[in-house]
């Protein structure tokens, strides 16, 4: 079969790309082409092909599941995180605050 353009780089490569770029936190056009992972923007391009695919996650459901069948799984140290769940009578509206003279908080991202 012939290929119209380029042919796609491998996924293995490409999802080691995207683990590199997203644990030593460089910028994707940083990505060393001499790893072999493909460039920064098909590392970039395929990360979101593949969220918008939802393969996260399953990928992730997958990976708890032979953890699980493994006995490898240690919840002891887990924590769960409140502000990463929805507030719903969480505090005043944000017209209500600002009537009140308060100010919004500083971002945190």
Do not use: Y
Request: glycine share 12%.
């Amino acid at each position: 079969m012939r290929h119209s353009g380029r042919k796609r780089h491998p996924d293995r490569l490409v999802f080691q790309g995207i683990l590199f770029v997203l644990h030593t936190g460089i910028a994707w056009e940083h990505l060393p082409q001499e790893l072999g992972f493909g460039s920064g923007v098909t590392c970039w391009r395929r990360l979101a092909e593949w969220t918008e695919a939802g393969v996260w996650p399953r990928l992730h459901h997958v990976h708890l599941a032979k953890l699980r069948g493994a006995n490898a799984l240690d919840f002891s140290r887990a924590a769960v995180d409140g502000s990463h769940v929805r507030a719903l009578k969480g505090g005043p509206r944000r017209d209500e605050a600002l009537l009140n003279g308060a100010e919004p908080a500083a971002s945190t991202t």
